[in-house]
């Protein structure tokens, strides 16, 4: 059964404080995924890797970086978390080539206060 | 720019009745196009891509490059179809990027 898990359910942060959202595959997956996932805006594109230490930004990476030290990981950081990055996140993970799958974990409901 | 666009944010059709949930988007290329569903309490998952040509929980999605569309039909609406649908595409000139709609939210009342 593929796996991709991210290690929060659910977490809460202050105002500037610097958060991590880790995420792990065990599916030997090259490309991975950060998303946000907001009402009325659906799926919004954060940061993608398509291989360990590369990176490409997607549509919203402002506020964002991203740490892709062994292929099955995939972090997400927050430098100094704001009250409008409160949020579902996304991880999401998939093979290279023609019209794979991608596969997501539980999600992460971030509230910043 | 690659976008995908779904106009519609809820959807409401009662059990039985067809079912047509709207997705545009803008390429150039040959796109890659995927329905994914998310149920409640439950992860997004892969319904079908464009590509298999197949039926799915007896959902069809046709691409028309002519009308950048990829429409979500279903000619009987079920309860249990009730769900998050998001149009995605990847986007092979964006180093291989995987973009979402808005999504829409279908309810199928009894």
């Known amino acids: 059964d593929v796996k991709v898990t991210q290690s929060s359910r659910y977490l809460v942060k202050r105002t500037g404080e610097k958060v991590f959202l880790e995420c792990v595959q065990d599916?030997?997956?090259?490309?991975m995924f950060w998303y946000r996932q907001d009402p009325g805006l659906g799926l919004r594109l954060i940061y993608f890797s398509y291989d360990v230490k590369m990176k490409e930004k997607g549509d919203i990476p402002e506020g964002y970086s991203v740490s892709r030290e062994k292929k099955e990981r995939f972090s997400l950081i927050l430098e100094s978390a704001s009250t409008n990055q409160t949020s579902m996140y996304l991880c999401?993970?998939?093979?290279?080539?023609?019209?794979?799958?991608?596969?997501f974990g539980q999600g992460t409901r971030l509230t910043v206060v | 720019a690659q976008r995908v666009t779904q106009p519609e944010k809820l959807l409401s059709v009662f059990k039985g009745a067809p079912v047509e949930l709207k997705c545009n988007y803008s390429y150039s290329g040959s796109p890659e196009l995927f329905w994914y569903v998310q149920y409640s309490r439950q992860r997004l998952q892969l319904l079908l891509r464009h590509i298999s040509r197949e039926s799915i929980k007896g959902f069809t999605a046709d691409l028309n490059k002519g009308e950048t569309s990829f429409h979500l039909k279903k000619p009987f609406a079920q309860e249990e179809d009730s769900a998050m649908y998001y149009c995605a595409l990847r986007s092979y000139n964006q180093g291989g990027k995987l973009i979402f709609g808005q999504g829409t939210e279908l309810s199928v009342k009894p």
């Open positions: 599916m030997d997956h090259e490309n």
């Open positions: 999401a993970s998939s093979l290279t080539g023609a019209n794979t799958e991608a596969f």
